[in-house]
């Protein structure tokens, strides 16, 4: 019997609707498995936590979830209580960084069924590798008060390591998939580190003859996962790049509550952390209409991480046929409830 420990943090909002329907599915495969069990330790470590304790987790937060095989994270974020600068850099971000879950793995596709709002969806399969460690994300920079001058300042860093290390993720992928990447770039603005990036990209595809390439401008990026989404196999993108093609990519499908991602940690010193593109939706917590979809497809993720595809495949296959089947959350044009989705969902694996 394999067993995989995974440390659970529902968060805020309707992280807490959706991580416990994704953990009813995976103790579904589970059983349809047969030999493997998983066991979850559930943390509370959320806003709520933050205004009983100050902190979004414990001072040895970080020590206790290393022990453990993965994380499954729903989402961080109640701006109305907690700013979101201090949930997210005190819970998300802060795993993320000091567990060097440098590479964010986001797909995309075409399921049956879905309401897709383009004219013509017609299979769409890609991928987004994000950078997820600096880039546009960095610590650097400042606040300075100066009455009516008050300014805020960003920099950007882009280190040769972190550029190559996202880039050649991609290449690897693409060589399993279509063997195809398209680096999001903007070279065409008037910053350093768009043609630093170019650069980089030019340099490491040499290393990687059996796989095209494509360098497309941000903005047309944008519109061309708009008007034909075919084109694309793997992306790869910086972290606020990847982080906005992300959602549109969610919202191609039919909702931003269908689309999974994966925080990678590629040294093997930390866990990986699983939690899908969405966040808290604070609108719709408490209503029992949440997509846990994202969430189910994120799950599958961790199995693929586990070794597990066979397991995670049937996981995917049965999302498409409850998509098909029209059993839908109202996200994505139906009527049914987060419960009945998954209710489906474990129906259909259990009868596989
Ligand atoms: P959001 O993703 O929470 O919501 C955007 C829109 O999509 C909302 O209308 C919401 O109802 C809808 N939506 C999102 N997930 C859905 C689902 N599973 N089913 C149905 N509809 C869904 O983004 P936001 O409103 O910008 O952010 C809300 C909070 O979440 C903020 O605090 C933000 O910082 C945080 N956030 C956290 C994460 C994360 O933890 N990974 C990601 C994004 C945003
Ligand atoms: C995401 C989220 C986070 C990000 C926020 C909540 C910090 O939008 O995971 O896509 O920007 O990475
Ligand atoms: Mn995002």
């Given at each position: 019997?394999?067993?995989?420990?995974?440390?659970?943090?529902?968060g805020?909002g309707?992280?807490?609707?959706?991580?416990?329907a994704?953990?009813?599915v995976l103790?579904t495969?589970?059983e349809?498995h047969?030999?493997i069990?998983?066991?979850?330790t559930?943390?509370?470590?959320s806003?709520d936590?933050?205004?009983?304790h100050?902190?979004?987790?414990?001072d040895?937060?970080?020590?206790?979830?290393?022990?453990?095989?993965?994380?499954f994270?729903?989402?961080?974020g109640?701006?109305?209580?907690?700013?979101?600068?201090?949930?997210?850099?005190?819970?998300l971000?802060?795993?993320r960084r000091e567990?060097?879950?440098?590479?964010?793995i986001?797909?995309?596709k075409c399921?049956?069924?879905?309401?897709?709002?383009?004219?013509?969806?017609n299979?769409?399969?890609l991928?987004?590798?994000?950078?997820n460690?600096e880039?546009?994300y960095?610590?650097?920079g400042?606040?300075i008060?100066?009455?009516e001058?008050?300014?805020a300042?960003?920099n950007?860093?882009?280190?040769r390591?972190?550029t190559?290390?996202a880039m050649r993720?991609?290449?690897?992928?693409?060589?399993?998939?279509?063997?195809?990447?398209?680096?999001?770039?903007k070279?065409?603005?008037?910053?350093?580190?768009?043609?630093?990036?170019?650069?980089?990209f030019?340099e490491?595809?040499?290393?990687?003859p059996d796989?095209?390439?494509?360098?497309?401008?941000?903005d047309?990026?944008?519109?061309?996962?708009?008007?034909?989404p075919?084109m694309?196999?793997?992306?790869v993108?910086?972290?606020?790049f990847?982080?906005?093609l992300?959602?549109?990519?969610?919202?191609i499908?039919g909702?931003i509550?269908?689309a999974?991602?994966?925080?990678i940690?590629?040294?093997?010193?930390?866990?990986?952390?699983?939690e899908?593109?969405?966040g808290?939706?604070?609108?719709i917590?408490?209503?029992?209409?949440?997509n846990?979809?994202?969430q189910i497809w994120?799950?599958k993720m961790?199995l693929?991480?586990?070794g597990?595809?066979e397991?995670?495949?049937?996981?995917?296959?049965?999302?498409?046929?409850?998509t098909?089947a029209g059993v839908?959350?109202?996200?994505?044009?139906?009527?049914?409830s987060?419960?009945?989705?998954?209710?489906?969902i474990?129906?259909?694996?259990k009868?596989?």
């Amino acid at each position: 019997m394999k067993k995989f420990e995974i440390a659970v943090i529902p968060g805020d909002g309707i992280g807490k609707e959706v991580v416990p329907a994704a953990l009813t599915v995976l103790n579904t495969a589970a059983e349809v498995h047969g030999g493997i069990r998983f066991d979850f330790t559930e943390f509370p470590w959320s806003c709520d936590y933050y205004l009983k304790h100050g902190q979004m987790m414990p001072d040895d937060g970080l020590q206790i979830l290393q022990g453990f095989d993965a994380i499954f994270l729903g989402a961080v974020g109640n701006p109305r209580l907690v700013p979101d600068h201090i949930s997210l850099w005190g819970l998300l971000i802060k795993i993320r960084r000091e567990f060097e879950q440098v590479i964010n793995i986001r797909p995309a596709k075409c399921f049956k069924g879905l309401c897709s709002p383009l004219v013509n969806p017609n299979d769409f399969d890609l991928i987004v590798v994000r950078e997820n460690s600096e880039g546009e994300y960095s610590e650097v920079g400042g606040r300075i008060h100066r009455g009516e001058d008050e300014l805020a300042i960003q920099n950007a860093v882009f280190t040769r390591k972190g550029t190559e290390r996202a880039m050649r993720y991609a290449f690897e992928l693409a060589q399993k998939r279509r063997g195809h990447v398209t680096s999001a770039t903007k070279s065409n603005g008037i910053f350093h580190s768009m043609p630093f990036w170019d650069e980089v990209f030019n340099e490491v595809k040499q290393d990687y003859p059996d796989v095209a390439t494509a360098s497309i401008h941000i903005d047309a990026l944008a519109a061309f996962f708009v008007t034909r989404p075919q084109m694309f196999d793997v992306i790869v993108a910086s972290n606020l790049f990847g982080d906005i093609l992300t959602d549109l990519g969610g919202a191609i499908m039919g909702s931003i509550g269908i689309a999974p991602a994966a925080n990678i940690n590629l040294n093997g010193k930390y866990p990986s952390m699983f939690e899908p593109v969405h966040g808290s939706a604070p609108d719709i917590y408490g209503k029992g209409i949440a997509n846990p979809i994202g969430q189910i497809w994120t799950a599958k993720m961790m199995l693929d991480h586990f070794g597990e595809e066979e397991l995670g495949n049937k996981i995917l296959k049965v999302i498409e046929e409850v998509t098909e089947a029209g059993v839908k959350t109202p996200d994505m044009g139906g009527s049914a409830s987060t419960r009945e989705v998954t209710g489906e969902i474990c129906r259909r694996l259990k009868a596989l």
